[in-house]
């Protein structure tokens, strides 16, 4: 039997429940986030601790309590919605209302491409010297 206590994983196929389950793989990162509470409309920046397909560790000293409804803007995935599933002192766990792709918040932000100036590019002739 699990203790319930120490256990800070959840389950997607069922709502916040009392026997939480480490089945999903964690990505263990530190990101930065901002979280928004649906029912207040406060939001802030936290960090994210570890990270998979089914949620997250959040760390920030704020006042959440379990069955919170919040959103989350993830690096190269966008606004993501769940619920609070647990909480312990500074950290808390929210599960996701949908899956998520968590190897897209560890990739570098998209960078558009750059041209090269004009004064350092090789010059280009329509006839070679070189053979």
Do not use: C
Request: cysteine-free.
């Amino acid at each position: 039997m699990m203790d319930n206590a120490s256990d800070d994983s959840f389950d997607l196929n069922s709502p916040v429940d009392d026997t939480p389950k480490r089945e999903m793989d964690r990505d263990s990162l530190f990101l930065k986030a901002v979280l928004t509470f649906s029912q207040s409309g406060a939001s802030g920046e936290v960090r994210i601790r570890n990270l998979s397909s089914g949620g997250m560790m959040v760390e920030a000293p704020v006042q959440a309590k379990r069955g919170d409804s919040v959103s989350v803007e993830l690096r190269n995935i966008g606004v993501v919605t769940g619920t609070i599933a647990w909480v312990a002192q500074d950290r808390f766990g929210v599960a996701f209302n949908h899956v998520i792709d968590p190897k897209l918040a560890r990739k570098p932000v998209g960078q558009a491409k750059i041209e090269m100036p004009s004064y350092l590019r090789t010059p280009k002739s329509k006839h070679s010297f070189y053979r």
